[in-house]
C-alpha cells in the first residue's frame, strides 16, 4: 500500500512548505525509502509559464517540458528525482480537465460540482504520481484558509477514508511570530491556524513550528495541548544559514524516526554521511569568488533561484563560497560595465524575455569577451552574445534578435519558422529534455567528459543558421548542436579563458551534492582567474578581432 504525507501552511505564505517537503523527502530517501513530491498550487492558470517572476518567482522546467512552480526545484535538488508533469496541479488543470470531460459526456448527465467532480479529479491526480512510489508527499499551495485551497484541502480530507488512516499523515507547517517589542515568541496564532485546519475536517498529525528563536519546553506543551497532538509530534524548523542544513537539523530531532514509525515504513536506518560531507564542506570553504548575475529581475531572490543554487553547488565542487553580485542590467547599458563588474571573477547572463534589458546585457557579454573574464549565458545569455560577437567581431552593425527588434538587417537571433504567427503563449516553447552532441576538445566536452548529452529547454529563439559561418569565420565556435534540426545549443570563444553559453538551462539538473559539470567548471574558472588576478598576472585579452567592414549578405529570418 502507498503511503502519502500531506502538508499544509498556515498563519501566512513563503514560510518554507517546499524546503520542509524537499528536506523531508531526503530524510526518507536517506532511509531507502522510494519517494516523489507534488506542488498543488491553486491559482487559476493552468501552468508558471506566463507568470511575471516578480509575482511567483522563477518557473522552473521538468525533463518532460513542464512549466512549474520553483518549488519543484528544491524537491528534485534535495531528493535528486527527476520530476513530471503531474506533479505540479493547480486550479486550472484541474478544471480543464473536468471540463473536458463534462463536454465530452463522461458523467453521464450529471450536475458537475466541487464535490465529488473536482475533488475525484484532484485524487485521481494525486494517485497518478504515487504509482511508483513508496510515499507520495504532497505540498498544498498557500494558507489554510484561502478560498482557492479549498478544493485541494477537501480532497485530501477525504483521502484518509479512501485509503487508511495507517496510510496518511497530514503535516502542518505554521509560524511562531517573535514579536521584538515584547521580546518573546506567540503560539496563538498557530492555535488559530490548526483550527481553521480542524474546521475544514483535517486534525494534524505533526506540527512543524516556522521559528527564528528555539521553542521553550512549556511552549512545546502548549501547541501539542491547544493543537491536540503528541508533544513528540512538535517538530522546530529554525532560521538556517544554509537550506541544505534543514534535513539534518529535522533529523536531529527525530522527525525521520517519527514518520517511519507513524506510517510503518522502512526499518533501515538513516545514511546521511555524504550529505554531512556537503554541508562540512559549505561551512569550511577555503577561499571566496564573485560572480555578477546580469539581468533584469535581480531585486527578487526566487527569481533566479534555481542559478543562484547551480553557482552555489560549483562553489560546493571546488570548495569556495560563491558570493552573488545581482547586477540590473540596464544600469550596465551607457558605460555602466565598468563601474558594476570590475570587482568580479565571473559574469553570468541568465535567461529571460523582452527587449528591456538586453543592451545591459549584450554590454556584460562585451566586458567579459575583452577583459578576459570567465563568461557563462544561459539561453537569452546565449543570445546577447551571439549578438555582441556579430556586433562587435562580425562588424554586422545593429545586429539583432527578431524578438527586440523585428525590421534589424542581421536578424542574427530569429524564431523557428514552426513558431512565426503562433499565438497562444502558453506552453508554445521548446521545452523540455533535448540531446545535444558536442564538438571533441571543446571546454563543454571537457567539462561533461560525454559526446551527446541530455539537457532542458525553454525559448522560442534560436541563432539563425543563416548567419553561422560568418560567426565560425571570426572565431566563434558552436561547440554543442541539436542534431535533429541542426540548431546551434552550445557557443564558446576559442582562447578566451573561459567562455561558454548554452541555449538550455543547465541550472535546472544541478545538485548540491552533484554540481552541474558548467557551473562546476565555471566556478573554477573563476576561481583560477581571481588567483591570477590578485597575484597580478591576470591580463585582458580580446578573443576574437573585430572585422574592418560589415559582412555583406541577404537578410534571412529562420
Known amino acids: 500500500m502507498q503511503k502519502y504525507i500531506f502538508v499544509t501552511g498556515g498563519v501566512v505564505s513563503s514560510i518554507g512548505k517546499g524546503i520542509f517537503c524537499a528536506s523531508l523527502g531526503r530524510l526518507l530517501k536517506s532511509r531507502g525509502i522510494k519517494v516523489t513530491v507534488q506542488k498543488m498550487d491553486p491559482y487559476i492558470n493552468v501552468d508558471a509559464g506566463t507568470m511575471n517572476p516578480y509575482q511567483h518567482g522563477e518557473v522552473f522546467v521538468t525533463e518532460d517540458g513542464a512549466e512549474t512552480d520553483l518549488d519543484l526545484g528544491h524537491y528534485e535538488r534535495f531528493i535528486d528525482v527527476n520530476l513530471k508533469k503531474e506533479s505540479n496541479l493547480t486550479t486550472g488543470k484541474i478544471y480543464g480537465a473536468v471540463i473536458s470531460r463534462e463536454r465530452k459526456g463522461d458523467y453521464l448527465g450529471d450536475t458537475v460540482r466541487v464535490i465529488p467532480h473536482i475533488t475525484n479529479q484532484i485524487k485521481e491526480d494525486i494517485r497518478k504520481v504515487a504509482v511508483e512510489s513508496d510515499v507520495t508527499i504532497v505540498e498544498v499551495g498557500g494558507t489554510v484558509g484561502d478560498i482557492e485551497s479549498l478544493p485541494f484541502l477537501e480532497a485530501i480530507r477525504q483521502f484518509k477514508n479512501d485509503v487508511g488512516a495507517e496510510n496518511v499523515l497530514y503535516i502542518h507547517l505554521t509560524l511562531i511570530p517573535f514579536l521584538s517589542g515584547a521580546a518573546e515568541l506567540k503560539t496563538k496564532p498557530t492555535q488559530h491556524s490548526v483550527k481553521e485546519l480542524r474546521n475544514i475536517g483535517i486534525q494534524p498529525d505533526v506540527i512543524i513550528c516556522r521559528t527564528e528563536k528555539v521553542l521553550t519546553e512549556e511552549m512545546i506543551d502548549k501547541i501539542a495541548l491547544h493543537c491536540d497532538v503528541d508533544k513528540k509530534a512538535v517538530f522546530q524548523s529554525l532560521d538556517v544559514q544554509n537550506i541544505y542544513e534543514i534535513p539534518l537539523l529535522l533529523e536531529a530531532q527525530g522527525l525521520g524516526n517519527f514518520v517511519n514509525y507513524r506510517l510503518r515504513l522502512s526499518m533501515t536506518p538513516p545514511d546521511l554521511r555524504s550529505w554531512e560531507q556537503m554541508i562540512q564542506q559549505i561551512r ?11 539581468g533584469k529581475y535581480v531585486g527578487l531572490k526566487d527569481a533566479y533561484i534555481s542559478i543562484s543554487e547551480a553557482l552555489r553547488h560549483g562553489g560546493i565542487g571546488n570548495g569556495v563560497h560563491v558570493r552573488i553580485k545581482r547586477v540590473d542590467a540596464e544600469l550596465l547599458e551607457g558605460g555602466g560595465a565598468e563601474e558594476h563588474l570590475a570587482d568580479v571573477h565571473g559574469i553570468l547572463v541568465p535567461g529571460g524575455f523582452g527587449a528591456r534589458g538586453l543592451e545591459g546585457k549584450v554590454s556584460a557579454v562585451k566586458y567579459a569577451r575583452e577583459k578576459n573574464i570567465p563568461y557563462l549565458g544561459i539561453c537569452y545569455g546565449l543570445q546577447c552574445a551571439v549578438v555582441e560577437f556579430a556586433r562587435n567581431v562580425c562588424a554586422m552593425e545593429g545586429a539583432n534578435s527578431t524578438e527586440c527588434d523585428s525590421m534589424t538587417r542581421f536578424p542574427i537571433i530569429d524564431l523557428l519558422p514552426e513558431q512565426v504567427g503562433v499565438q497562444d503563449m502558453g506552453a508554445t516553447m521548446r521545452l523540455g529534455s533535448y540531446p545535444c552532441t558536442l564538438v571533441s576538445g571543446s571546454l563543454s566536452h571537457k567539462a561533461y567528459g560525454e559526446e551527446v548529452i541530455q539537457e532542458r529547454h525553454r525559448h522560442r529563439y ?55 559539470p558548467l557551473f562546476r567548471d565555471f566556478i573554477k574558472a573563476g576561481y583560477e582567474y581571481k588567483m591570477e588576478k590578485e597575484s597580478g598576472e591576470a591580463h585582458g585579452v580580446s578573443a576574437a578581432t573585430p572585422g574592418s567592414s560589415p559582412l555583406k549578405g541577404e537578410v534571412r529570418r529562420g
Not at 541550472?507 to 552533484?514: A, G, I, M, V
Open 284 to 294: 569550511d570553504p577555503r577561499d571566496t569568488v564573485t560572480i555578477a548575475l546580469a
Open 462 to 516: 534560436e541563432v539563425n543558421n543563416h548567419f553561422r559561418s560568418q560567426l565560425v569565420e571570426r572565431g566563434m565556435l558552436m561547440s554543442g548542436i541539436f542534431r535533429e534540426k541542426d540548431l546551434v545549443e552550445i557557443i564558446e570563444i576559442p582562447g578566451h579563458r573561459w567562455f561558454i553559453a548554452s541555449q538550455f538551462h543547465p541550472e535546472f539538473k544541478s545538485r548540491p551534492n552533484r554540481p552541474h
